[in-house]
């Protein structure tokens, strides 16, 4: 069956600050002529440059995805890409003031919302698909990682991770229809166990987490002094460990929600591939790196 390429009827903006470089920001949705693509343009600067979703301008995988070309860079894209493709969004340009998007409430939910509140049109443009005809895999067997893709007549997605630990072990997600990624997937959130927490402030990271935006898994004994501490930093009066393992920042909406959230960051790094996709994934203790690297070898089976 064939399908019309997308993009949106009109602009619409989000406002919020960068996770990690807390800069507030104004991110903007435009509508893009068919075979666009997506795109991002850094409107802050005096040159308005553009810096075009793929993964061959992926720069930095740490706590994110970065995206870079001739020195400018766009940081934690790939909540954004998630929303995109989830819509079946093909062609946007994104106008970006910081270089940093908004994380929102850490979670995928807000930029569904707006985009959804601008509209979704078909174009005259057939929507061209990366089938895949091969297995394709990626394998880091000294951290235990595996991604692989083989041929399905649709996108399907199945994620397990696994954290050996007392309040989060081993989870499971699957998305085997992309309509189902507004409510099964869009909501969840990102996650962070305290131990990291607390690394990531002490270098200066996370500037703009407020403990709305992540789930905060404790997996030691804290003492009070601890969460006092981190309850100033984030100016909160209290933070206290629930039963289940978390703070009580926020409460769970699945059970299997950081199994969830890999699976969106999954999607979103995937659209750097450049195509909508048609295979089915696997993957076991996905990553941004290991996703990244995965969606250039795709990219290049592609190519040939």
């Known amino acids: 069956m064939e399908e019309k390429q997308c993009t949106i009827t009109r602009k619409v903006s989000v406002t919020g600050a960068g996770l990690h470089t807390r800069q507030c920001g104004t991110l903007t949705f435009n509508p893009a002529p068919a075979n666009t693509g997506i795109r991002f343009r850094r409107i802050d600067l005096e040159s308005q440059p553009i810096i075009e979703a793929d993964v ?52 995928a939910k807000e930029f569904v919302k707006v985009l959804k509140q601008a509209g979704i049109v078909e174009q005259d443009a057939l929507r061209d698909y990366y089938e895949i005809k091969n297995p394709i895999s990626y394998k880091n067997e000294v951290l235990g990682i595996e991604l692989s893709i083989e041929p399905c007549d649709t996108f399907q997605v199945d ?62 004994n804290v003492s009070s002094e601890e969460l006092d501490h981190i309850a100033a930093f984030f100016k909160k009066p209290k933070v206290e460990v629930k039963e289940n393992g978390i703070l009580n920042n926020v409460e769970l909406y699945f059970p299997n929600e950081p199994a969830r959230h890999k699976l969106l960051d999954l999607i979103g790094d995937l659209t750097l591939v450049g195509k909508p996709i048609k295979g089915r994934v ?20 592609m190519l040939q």
């Open 56 to 107: 061959d301008n992926v720069i930095d995988t740490a706590r994110g995805t970065t995206l870079g070309k001739g020195g400018v860079k766009i940081y934690t894209v790939e909540h954004v890409l998630a929303s995109l493709r989830g819509l079946g969004i093909d062609n946007v340009l994104i106008d970006i003031d910081v270089e940093e998007t908004p994380i929102m409430d850490g979670s």
């Open 159 to 220: 994620v397990t991770v696994k954290y050996n630990t007392r309040v989060l072990d081993k989870q499971n997600a699957t998305l085997n229809d992309i309509k189902d990624f507004e409510t099964e997937i869009a909501p969840c959130r990102t996650f962070v166990f305290l131990h990291e927490l607390e690394t990531l402030l002490s270098r200066n990271l996370i500037k703009g987490g407020d403990l709305t935006n992540a789930i905060v898994f404790v997996n030691k």
């Open 282 to 301: 696997t993957a076991y203790k996905p990553g941004h790196f290991s996703n990244t690297s995965f969606a250039r070898k795709i990219k290049h089976s």
